[in-house]
Protein backbone atom coordinates (compact mmCIF):
# COMPACT_ATOMS: atom_id res chain seq x y z
CA UNK A 1 0.00 0.00 0.00
CA UNK A 2 0.64 3.79 0.00
CA UNK A 3 1.93 4.91 3.58
CA UNK A 4 0.91 8.33 2.62
CA UNK A 5 -1.96 9.59 0.53
CA UNK A 6 -3.62 13.05 -0.06
CA UNK A 7 -6.84 13.97 -1.73
CA UNK A 8 -6.09 17.72 -3.12
CA UNK A 9 -9.06 19.63 -3.42
CA UNK A 10 -10.57 17.80 -1.16
CA UNK A 11 -13.57 20.11 -0.06
CA UNK A 12 -14.73 20.29 -3.74
CA UNK A 13 -17.78 18.54 -5.04
CA UNK A 14 -15.47 16.00 -6.86
CA UNK A 15 -13.01 15.76 -3.94
CA UNK A 16 -16.26 14.88 -1.40
CA UNK A 17 -17.04 11.81 -3.64
CA UNK A 18 -13.24 10.79 -3.85
CA UNK A 19 -13.50 10.81 0.28
CA UNK A 20 -16.57 8.72 0.53
CA UNK A 21 -15.38 5.95 -1.92
CA UNK A 22 -12.33 5.76 -0.51
CA UNK A 23 -14.27 4.92 2.83
CA UNK A 24 -16.73 2.83 0.85
CA UNK A 25 -14.05 0.86 -1.36
CA UNK A 26 -11.79 0.75 1.66
CA UNK A 27 -8.84 1.52 -0.04
CA UNK A 28 -5.68 0.59 1.72
CA UNK A 29 -3.34 3.48 3.52
CA UNK A 30 -1.15 4.17 6.94
CA UNK A 31 -1.94 7.99 6.80
CA UNK A 32 -4.33 10.39 5.04
CA UNK A 33 -4.36 14.15 4.35
CA UNK A 34 -6.37 16.82 2.66
CA UNK A 35 -5.32 19.54 1.16
CA UNK A 36 -6.76 22.29 -0.85
CA UNK A 37 -5.80 25.87 -1.71
CA UNK A 38 -5.67 28.42 0.67
CA UNK A 39 -8.94 29.38 1.15
CA UNK A 40 -9.93 26.11 1.97
CA UNK A 41 -7.55 25.65 4.37
CA UNK A 42 -8.31 25.33 8.12
CA UNK A 43 -11.78 23.73 7.25
CA UNK A 44 -12.49 20.83 9.10
CA UNK A 45 -14.09 17.47 7.62
CA UNK A 46 -15.12 13.90 9.00
CA UNK A 47 -13.60 10.88 7.45
CA UNK A 48 -13.98 7.57 8.76
CA UNK A 49 -15.37 9.00 11.83
CA UNK A 50 -12.38 11.62 12.68
CA UNK A 51 -12.21 15.23 12.28
CA UNK A 52 -9.48 16.25 9.79
CA UNK A 53 -7.89 19.92 9.41
CA UNK A 54 -7.79 20.83 5.42
CA UNK A 55 -3.86 21.91 4.74
CA UNK A 56 -3.21 24.62 2.25
CA UNK A 57 -1.21 23.27 -0.91
CA UNK A 58 2.23 23.81 -1.27
CA UNK A 59 5.31 22.72 -2.85
CA UNK A 60 6.84 21.55 0.20
CA UNK A 61 3.78 19.32 1.43
CA UNK A 62 4.12 16.97 -0.97
CA UNK A 63 7.50 15.63 0.23
CA UNK A 64 5.50 13.81 2.46
CA UNK A 65 2.92 12.00 0.49
CA UNK A 66 3.02 9.13 -2.08
CA UNK A 67 0.11 9.03 -3.70
CA UNK A 68 -2.15 12.48 -4.19
CA UNK A 69 -5.48 12.13 -6.19
CA UNK A 70 -6.38 15.57 -7.51
CA UNK A 71 -9.53 17.23 -8.52
CA UNK A 72 -8.46 20.86 -9.16
CA UNK A 73 -9.27 23.42 -11.58
CA UNK A 74 -6.42 23.60 -14.51
CA UNK A 75 -4.72 26.18 -13.90
CA UNK A 76 -4.15 24.71 -10.16
CA UNK A 77 -3.15 21.10 -11.66
CA UNK A 78 -0.58 22.87 -13.83
CA UNK A 79 1.28 24.20 -10.95
CA UNK A 80 0.55 21.32 -8.31
CA UNK A 81 1.64 18.09 -10.31
CA UNK A 82 5.26 19.12 -11.10
CA UNK A 83 5.76 20.01 -7.11
CA UNK A 84 4.20 16.50 -6.11
CA UNK A 85 5.93 14.23 -9.06
CA UNK A 86 9.51 15.96 -8.19
CA UNK A 87 9.35 15.05 -4.69
CA UNK A 88 8.26 11.55 -5.26
CA UNK A 89 4.76 11.54 -4.96
CA UNK A 90 2.28 9.69 -8.10
CA UNK A 91 -0.69 11.83 -8.88
CA UNK A 92 -3.44 10.81 -9.84
CA UNK A 93 -5.02 13.75 -12.11
CA UNK A 94 -8.42 15.12 -12.78
CA UNK A 95 -8.04 18.51 -14.42
CA UNK A 96 -8.19 18.54 -18.52
CA UNK A 97 -4.78 20.20 -18.24
CA UNK A 98 -2.02 16.95 -18.98
CA UNK A 99 -4.49 15.13 -20.53
CA UNK A 100 -2.95 15.39 -23.66
CA UNK A 101 0.66 15.35 -22.83
CA UNK A 102 2.23 12.79 -24.78
CA UNK A 103 4.21 11.56 -21.68
CA UNK A 104 1.05 11.49 -19.32
CA UNK A 105 -0.94 8.20 -19.92
CA UNK A 106 -4.60 9.04 -20.07
CA UNK A 107 -6.70 5.63 -18.39
CA UNK A 108 -9.91 4.41 -17.87
CA UNK A 109 -9.06 1.58 -15.91
CA UNK A 110 -11.74 -0.91 -18.00
CA UNK A 111 -10.87 0.36 -21.07
CA UNK A 112 -6.96 0.50 -20.99
CA UNK A 113 -5.19 -0.19 -17.71
CA UNK A 114 -2.24 -1.35 -19.56
CA UNK A 115 -1.45 2.30 -20.27
CA UNK A 116 -0.53 2.30 -16.25
CA UNK A 117 2.45 0.56 -17.24
CA UNK A 118 5.25 3.54 -18.26
CA UNK A 119 3.82 6.26 -15.83
CA UNK A 120 6.43 8.95 -14.71
CA UNK A 121 4.46 9.78 -11.83
CA UNK A 122 1.58 11.50 -13.24
CA UNK A 123 -1.68 9.37 -14.72
CA UNK A 124 -4.22 11.89 -15.95
CA UNK A 125 -8.40 10.94 -15.50
CA UNK A 126 -10.45 11.70 -19.11
CA UNK A 127 -13.44 14.05 -19.23
CA UNK A 128 -16.19 13.22 -17.80
CA UNK A 129 -18.36 12.61 -20.91
CA UNK A 130 -15.81 10.58 -22.91
CA UNK A 131 -15.22 8.09 -20.08
CA UNK A 132 -18.79 6.55 -20.18
CA UNK A 133 -18.53 6.95 -23.91
CA UNK A 134 -15.29 4.90 -24.09
CA UNK A 135 -16.26 2.37 -21.26
CA UNK A 136 -19.43 1.72 -24.07
CA UNK A 137 -17.07 1.84 -27.15
CA UNK A 138 -14.60 -0.88 -25.14
CA UNK A 139 -16.59 -4.26 -25.69
CA UNK A 140 -17.72 -3.49 -29.38
CA UNK A 141 -14.18 -2.15 -30.41
CA UNK A 142 -12.80 -5.15 -29.41
CA UNK A 143 -15.35 -7.19 -31.05
CA UNK A 144 -15.80 -5.40 -34.46
CA UNK A 145 -13.54 -2.67 -34.56
CA UNK A 146 -15.36 0.69 -34.41
CA UNK A 147 -14.44 3.14 -37.35
CA UNK A 148 -16.85 5.47 -36.12
CA UNK A 149 -18.68 7.18 -33.30
CA UNK A 150 -21.84 9.92 -33.81
CA UNK A 151 -22.08 11.13 -30.37
CA UNK A 152 -24.96 13.54 -29.10
CA UNK A 153 -24.38 14.26 -25.56
CA UNK A 154 -27.24 15.92 -22.77
CA UNK A 155 -24.83 16.84 -19.97
CA UNK A 156 -26.17 17.61 -16.61
CA UNK A 157 -25.91 20.87 -14.97
CA UNK A 158 -23.47 19.07 -12.10
CA UNK A 159 -20.70 18.85 -14.81
CA UNK A 160 -20.34 23.12 -14.14
CA UNK A 161 -20.12 22.46 -10.70
CA UNK A 162 -22.26 23.53 -7.58
CA UNK A 163 -22.73 27.00 -8.95
CA UNK A 164 -24.22 24.90 -12.33
CA UNK A 165 -27.01 23.30 -9.82
CA UNK A 166 -27.78 26.12 -8.38
CA UNK A 167 -28.49 27.72 -11.72
CA UNK A 168 -30.53 25.04 -12.34
CA UNK A 169 -32.77 25.04 -9.44
CA UNK A 170 -33.12 28.88 -9.19
CA UNK A 171 -33.42 29.67 -12.47
CA UNK A 172 -36.59 27.49 -12.41
CA UNK A 173 -38.05 28.26 -9.61
CA UNK A 174 -37.37 32.50 -10.79
CA UNK A 175 -38.89 30.59 -13.86
CA UNK A 176 -41.85 29.40 -12.62
CA UNK A 177 -42.67 32.78 -10.59
CA UNK A 178 -42.45 34.98 -13.80
CA UNK A 179 -38.70 36.58 -11.68
CA UNK A 180 -35.63 37.39 -13.32
CA UNK A 181 -32.25 35.61 -12.20
CA UNK A 182 -29.03 35.80 -12.65
CA UNK A 183 -27.03 32.59 -13.80
CA UNK A 184 -23.80 32.52 -12.53
CA UNK A 185 -22.48 29.28 -14.28
CA UNK A 186 -23.99 29.69 -17.91
CA UNK A 187 -24.32 32.30 -20.19
CA UNK A 188 -27.60 31.17 -20.77
CA UNK A 189 -30.84 30.29 -18.90
CA UNK A 190 -30.67 26.19 -18.14
CA UNK A 191 -34.12 25.97 -16.32
CA UNK A 192 -37.08 24.57 -19.29
CA UNK A 193 -34.26 24.85 -21.72
CA UNK A 194 -31.09 23.12 -24.05
CA UNK A 195 -27.89 25.01 -24.55
CA UNK A 196 -26.06 23.49 -27.55
CA UNK A 197 -22.34 24.73 -26.27
CA UNK A 198 -20.31 23.15 -23.73
CA UNK A 199 -16.96 24.53 -23.42
CA UNK A 200 -15.47 27.64 -26.27
CA UNK A 201 -15.56 27.74 -29.63
CA UNK A 202 -12.51 25.57 -30.61
CA UNK A 203 -12.49 24.21 -34.28
CA UNK A 204 -14.35 24.21 -37.72
CA UNK A 205 -17.32 24.84 -35.59
CA UNK A 206 -16.71 22.35 -32.67
CA UNK A 207 -16.22 23.27 -29.27
CA UNK A 208 -13.04 22.72 -26.74
CA UNK A 209 -16.19 19.77 -24.55
CA UNK A 210 -16.43 18.44 -28.37
CA UNK A 211 -12.50 17.94 -29.59
CA UNK A 212 -11.66 16.54 -25.85
CA UNK A 213 -13.56 13.97 -26.76
CA UNK A 214 -12.36 13.15 -30.29
CA UNK A 215 -8.71 13.64 -29.05
CA UNK A 216 -8.99 12.00 -25.83
CA UNK A 217 -10.80 8.85 -27.41
CA UNK A 218 -8.04 8.58 -29.72
CA UNK A 219 -5.11 8.94 -27.48
CA UNK A 220 -6.93 6.44 -24.72
CA UNK A 221 -7.67 3.21 -28.05
CA UNK A 222 -4.31 4.49 -29.38
CA UNK A 223 -6.30 4.47 -32.71
CA UNK A 224 -6.23 7.91 -34.36
CA UNK A 225 -8.19 6.52 -37.41
CA UNK A 226 -11.58 6.00 -35.60
CA UNK A 227 -13.46 8.52 -36.80
CA UNK A 228 -15.66 11.08 -33.56
CA UNK A 229 -18.08 13.67 -34.48
CA UNK A 230 -19.56 15.06 -31.14
CA UNK A 231 -22.10 17.47 -30.45
CA UNK A 232 -21.99 18.29 -26.83
CA UNK A 233 -25.37 19.92 -25.13
CA UNK A 234 -26.14 21.10 -21.66
CA UNK A 235 -29.62 20.24 -20.59
CA UNK A 236 -31.77 20.49 -17.18
CA UNK A 237 -31.00 17.65 -15.34
CA UNK A 238 -29.19 18.03 -12.09
CA UNK A 239 -26.18 15.16 -12.43
CA UNK A 240 -25.70 12.24 -14.34
CA UNK A 241 -24.49 12.89 -18.27
CA UNK A 242 -26.50 11.35 -20.97
CA UNK A 243 -25.49 10.09 -24.80
CA UNK A 244 -27.23 8.91 -27.87
CA UNK A 245 -24.25 7.10 -29.40
CA UNK A 246 -24.30 5.72 -32.83
CA UNK A 247 -20.89 3.32 -33.91
CA UNK A 248 -20.29 1.77 -36.81
CA UNK A 249 -18.12 -1.65 -36.89
CA UNK A 250 -15.25 -3.42 -39.42
CA UNK A 251 -17.64 -6.16 -38.41
CA UNK A 252 -21.15 -6.21 -38.54
CA UNK A 253 -22.78 -6.73 -34.68
CA UNK A 254 -26.29 -7.55 -33.92
CA UNK A 255 -28.35 -6.44 -31.15
CA UNK A 256 -28.20 -9.42 -29.85
CA UNK A 257 -24.29 -9.73 -29.75
CA UNK A 258 -23.90 -6.45 -28.94
CA UNK A 259 -26.64 -6.72 -25.76
CA UNK A 260 -24.45 -9.62 -24.51
CA UNK A 261 -21.22 -7.98 -25.12
CA UNK A 262 -22.31 -5.09 -22.53
CA UNK A 263 -23.98 -7.33 -20.09
CA UNK A 264 -20.30 -9.42 -19.81
CA UNK A 265 -18.01 -6.06 -19.47
CA UNK A 266 -17.79 -4.65 -16.05
CA UNK A 267 -18.33 -1.82 -15.21
CA UNK A 268 -21.39 -1.73 -17.43
CA UNK A 269 -25.50 -2.34 -16.42
CA UNK A 270 -27.59 -3.18 -19.42
CA UNK A 271 -31.46 -1.67 -18.78
CA UNK A 272 -33.24 -2.35 -22.48
CA UNK A 273 -36.47 -3.20 -22.70
CA UNK A 274 -38.33 -0.74 -24.59
CA UNK A 275 -41.67 -2.65 -24.52
CA UNK A 276 -41.76 -2.32 -20.66
CA UNK A 277 -40.76 1.30 -20.54
CA UNK A 278 -37.10 0.54 -18.87
CA UNK A 279 -33.63 1.89 -20.17
CA UNK A 280 -31.09 4.01 -18.51
CA UNK A 281 -32.36 7.64 -17.23
CA UNK A 282 -30.55 10.20 -15.15
CA UNK A 283 -32.39 9.81 -12.14
CA UNK A 284 -32.06 6.32 -11.44
CA UNK A 285 -28.17 6.45 -12.40
CA UNK A 286 -27.43 9.28 -9.63
CA UNK A 287 -25.30 7.79 -7.52
CA UNK A 288 -24.07 4.48 -9.15
CA UNK A 289 -20.60 3.89 -9.82
CA UNK A 290 -21.94 1.72 -13.68
CA UNK A 291 -22.08 3.11 -16.61
CA UNK A 292 -25.30 2.12 -18.09
CA UNK A 293 -26.49 1.30 -21.87
CA UNK A 294 -30.28 0.58 -23.31
CA UNK A 295 -32.04 1.75 -26.19
CA UNK A 296 -30.00 -0.96 -28.35
CA UNK A 297 -30.81 -0.76 -32.08
CA UNK A 298 -29.37 -1.55 -35.15
CA UNK A 299 -28.65 1.62 -37.56
CA UNK A 300 -31.50 1.66 -40.07
CA UNK A 301 -29.34 3.74 -42.87
CA UNK A 302 -25.48 1.89 -41.96
CA UNK A 303 -25.40 -1.77 -42.66
CA UNK A 304 -22.61 -2.27 -40.09
CA UNK A 305 -24.58 0.41 -38.02
CA UNK A 306 -25.23 -0.10 -34.21
CA UNK A 307 -26.93 2.87 -31.87
CA UNK A 308 -27.87 3.03 -28.12
CA UNK A 309 -28.31 5.21 -25.56
CA UNK A 310 -25.86 5.72 -22.14
CA UNK A 311 -26.02 7.70 -19.04
CA UNK A 312 -23.74 7.94 -16.10
CA UNK A 313 -23.31 9.60 -13.25
CA UNK A 314 -20.66 12.30 -14.30
CA UNK A 315 -19.57 12.58 -11.11
CA UNK A 316 -18.74 9.38 -9.71
CA UNK A 317 -17.25 7.08 -12.62
CA UNK A 318 -17.01 10.60 -14.92
CA UNK A 319 -14.47 11.82 -12.22
CA UNK A 320 -14.36 10.65 -8.71
CA UNK A 321 -14.43 6.67 -9.37
CA UNK A 322 -12.57 6.31 -12.01
CA UNK A 323 -9.47 8.26 -10.17
CA UNK A 324 -10.16 6.25 -7.31
CA UNK A 325 -10.28 3.16 -9.47
CA UNK A 326 -6.81 4.07 -11.17
CA UNK A 327 -5.20 4.66 -7.37
CA UNK A 328 -6.42 1.10 -7.35
CA UNK A 329 -4.92 -0.22 -10.07
CA UNK A 330 -1.62 1.23 -8.85
CA UNK A 331 -1.66 -0.47 -5.36
CA UNK A 332 -2.27 -4.00 -7.18
CA UNK A 333 1.00 -3.13 -9.58
CA UNK A 334 2.91 -2.45 -6.28
CA UNK A 335 1.91 -5.39 -4.85
CA UNK A 336 2.84 -7.07 -7.98
CA UNK A 337 6.17 -6.16 -7.91
Not at 30 to 56: P, Q, Y
Not at 134 to 157: C, E, N, W
Not at 175 to 200: C, M, R, T, W
Not at 248 to 275: C, H, M, N, S, Y
Request: hydrophobic fraction near 40%.
Amino acid sequence: MFETIAIVGATGAVGRIIRQLLEEREFPYRNIRFLASKRSAGTKITFKGEEHVVEEMTPEIFSGIDLAIGSTPDETAKEFCPWAVERGCVVVDESGYWRMDPNVPLVVPEVNPEALENHRGLISSPNCSTTQMVVAMKPLHDFGRIRRVVVSTYQATSGAGVKGQEDLKAGARAFLAGEDYQYQAFKHPIAFNLVPQIGSPKYQGYTSEEMKMVHETHKIFGDDSIRVCPTCIRVPVDNCHSESILVETEKKITVAQARELFAATPGIKVVDDLDSGKYPMPAQCDGDDAVFVGRIREDLSSDNGLAFWCVSDNLRKGAATNAVQIAELLVKSQAAV
